[in-house]
């Protein structure tokens, strides 16, 4: 009985739900840039996937830095080097999981799906009836929410009426059944901006709302309008929403601020990387694969990088050789240098094409980081020369 009067409840709410949801989304400004087609195949694009995960990159310590919940409790363990081992293999993986990114797909519209129309049961109740698949073990996607309405047609219920019932019978932590005023509020929502809480908005936008919503795809591109603004890109990297913005930025042809961002970082492979993926999404006959094929046999892949940083805590001082200690004091080693050199060449055709929009300020970019390499490498190979080192 109690249930019953839940639902009707619910269907009472269901002829206020549409001026609900005109109100929530009123507050904010609709994005300047939108996908203009589905961009859910080039996203899932198993080259495109590789390439933002490169570019996301593999802190372990931005990863599993210490958050705001329930539970920040640490727990210590005395392992043998062999399990020690076995939990950094664990480690990497449960950081890929972390870094798991939220995928993009088009809009989906709502459109009405009727099943059946069956006059006889016009004026059989006042309110209308939501029948929910709640069978166990459904993803939401999967279950079926039909709707008879009061003139006795049965369809299929809308989005949102789907979405509701789903977070009624299962609901997902942190999911609520209004929209948050941070993203009703316009005011509320710029201050979020402004304080750079870049994070924490897309998380949470995350859990609100579907992938495939109007409003998941207008905040995020609002986010990234705005990240692209103020330059604080760093503040993503390392969180599953950093391969997201790059992806909007290639797609809508506004890279240049977060390509001058990498090469002032010195994080040229992502460079390349994030130049490549705009000539794929937008077919410029350009071959990039050649220079990425270079390039990874140069360097290792960021889970890679990761597991010998964990490994190199193991290390005893003593058993480090001179030239560990040279590369150690440099920040880069002779594969470092080589793939620094390749990288460059192909961002300057890229600088000299016309596709770059801010040529200027990304040469004195790459002039600037030429300057710095060339006096790194000197200051190497004076090291190796003075301690006797052998070049390779």
Same mark, same amino acid.
């Not at 993803?139 to 949102?160: E, I, N, P």
């Given at each position: ?28 400004k609709t994005s300047t840039l939108q996908y203009e087609k589905d961009p859910q195949p080039q996203f899932t694009d ?41 939990e950094f293999l664990l480690t990497i993986e449960k950081a890929k999981t972390l870094l798991q990114m939220p995928p ?112 998941? +795809? ?33 797609? +809508? ?101 016309? +596709? ?23 200051l190497y190979q004076g090291l190796k020369k003075a301690h006797g080192v052998q070049t390779a």
């Amino acid at each position: 009985m109690y249930l019953m009067q839940q639902l009707r409840k619910l269907n009472a709410l269901q002829h206020l739900q549409p001026t609900v949801r005109q109100l929530s989304t009123a507050g904010l400004k609709t994005s300047t840039l939108q996908y203009e087609k589905d961009p859910q195949p080039q996203f899932t694009d198993a080259e495109t996937q590789n390439l933002l995960q490169s570019m996301t990159q593999l802190q372990l310590d931005k990863v599993f830095r210490k958050r705001t919940v329930a539970d920040n409790s640490t727990q210590t363990q005395f392992m043998t080097t062999a399990q020690l081992e076995k939990e950094f293999l664990l480690t990497i993986e449960k950081a890929k999981t972390l870094l798991q990114m939220p995928p993009i797909v088009k809009i989906k519209e709502d459109t009405e799906r009727i099943i059946s129309r069956d006059p006889a049961l016009k004026d059989f109740a006042s309110t209308k009836y939501v029948f929910t698949d709640i069978s166990f073990g459904l993803a939401q996607s999967q279950r079926k929410v039909v709707v008879r309405d009061v003139d006795g047609t049965l369809a299929y219920a809308s989005l949102d009426i789907t979405k509701r019932m789903n977070q009624l019978y299962f609901p997902l932590d942190g999911r609520k059944f209004y929209t948050p005023r941070m993203f009703s509020d316009e005011q509320l929502f710029q201050r979020c901006l402004e304080a750079h809480n870049y994070e924490y908005i897309l998380d949470r936008l995350t859990v609100q709302y579907e992938p495939y919503e109007l409003e998941f +795809h207008n905040i995020s591109a609002k986010v990234f309008e705005h990240l692209n603004e103020s330059k604080q890109f760093d503040l993503l990297r390392s969180t599953r929403h950093f391969g997201p913005m790059a992806f909007f930025y290639a797609w +809508h042809r506004c890279i240049d601020d977060l390509l001058y961002d990498m090469i002032r970082r010195d994080y040229l492979l992502n460079a390349v990387q994030l130049i490549a993926l705009s000539y794929k999404l937008h077919q410029v006959p350009v071959d990039y694969q050649q220079t990425l094929q270079k390039l990874d046999a140069l360097q290792p892949s960021p889970a890679d990088k990761a597991l010998e940083q964990l490994r190199s805590g193991l290390r005893n001082p003593q058993e480090k050789d001179i030239q560990d200690e040279i590369q150690t004091a440099i920040g880069k080693s002779e594969a470092d240098f080589q793939a620094d050199e390749i990288s460059l060449q192909f961002i300057e055709q890229y600088i000299g094409s016309e +596709h770059a929009l801010k040529k200027v300020q990304l040469e004195l970019a790459v002039q600037t980081l030429k300057e710095v390499n060339l006096e790194k490498l000197q200051l190497y190979q004076g090291l190796k020369k003075a301690h006797g080192v052998q070049t390779a």
